[in-house]
């Protein structure tokens, strides 16, 4: 199955600073790779997600890479806000076995913004 | 659009009571289930999936079980309730057909004592 390594497992950058946030993934059939942001006591929101035909995509402040042939994908915020403060998780789909389809997600990565 | 919805929203229990916890997803159909559990501070562990009315998979042993009767609707149960069932349980769900999105619920917070 699909093994995904998230890094760091913490991370604390000042206001309107940027903030990076790594993945690696183990199969090579993967192709979709999503971010997840969790604010304190809620579900898990879909923030942006990449497919394995581009190697990068942008959403306003926040963008995400992708390298194919390393394997490994990473989260960029740039101008850091607070409200960015909180746990983001990476995924990336398991497609060994039939039947049905599943994410395997990173450990996550607590991100705090300092005003 | 599509909602999904997940109550109770908190629940406290004693240890060996019964648990039922609800998901059910608006503005789809036929959509892949998913349960999660998230302890404290930690990632997300896959408990069950579900492609369809009846069809269940656990992804690992454990106190609980899950069961989809509607489209719709998946449930989470336990008959007796351990101390280490406490968490955060997620319900996820995806459309499937060509799409990868998965969207997760917001969760029901279970404290066991």
């Known amino acids: 199955g699909e093994n995904v390594e998230q890094h760091p497992s913490t991370l604390s950058v000042q206001e309107g600073d940027s903030a990076v946030i790594k993945c690696t993934y183990s199969d090579s059939a993967s192709n979709y790779f999503p971010w997840y942001k969790q604010e304190l006591g809620k579900g898990p929101q879909l923030i942006i997600d990449i497919r394995s035909n581009v190697g990068e995509k942008k959403d306003q402040r926040i963008a995400v890479t992708l390298n194919k042939t390393a394997k490994h994908f990473s989260l960029h915020i740039t101008e850091t806000q607070p409200e960015d403060s909180a746990v983001y998780f990476c995924?990336?789909?398991?497609?060994?076995?039939?039947?049905?389809?599943?994410?395997?997600f990173g450990k996550g990565t607590k991100l705090s913004v300092i005003p | 659009s599509q909602t999904i919805h997940q109550w109770p929203a908190t629940l406290v229990q004693p240890v060996g009571s019964p648990l039922s916890l609800e998901c059910t997803v608006e503005g789809t159909s036929n959509p892949n289930l998913y349960w999660y559990r998230q302890a404290a501070g930690r990632g997300l562990q896959l408990l069950f999936y579900s492609v369809g009315i009846g069809q269940i998979s656990s992804e690992v042993p454990q106190n609980l079980s899950a069961s989809r009767p509607q489209d719709r609707q998946f449930i989470l149960s336990s008959k007796k309730l351990l101390l280490s069932d406490s968490g955060f349980y997620l319900c996820?769900?995806?459309?499937?057909?060509?799409?990868?999105?998965?969207?997760f619920g917001p969760g029901t917070r279970l404290t066991v004592l």
């Open positions: 995924a990336s789909p398991n497609t060994s076995g039939a039947g049905s389809y599943q994410l395997t």
């Open positions: 996820a769900w995806l459309t499937g057909r060509g799409k990868d999105e998965q969207f």
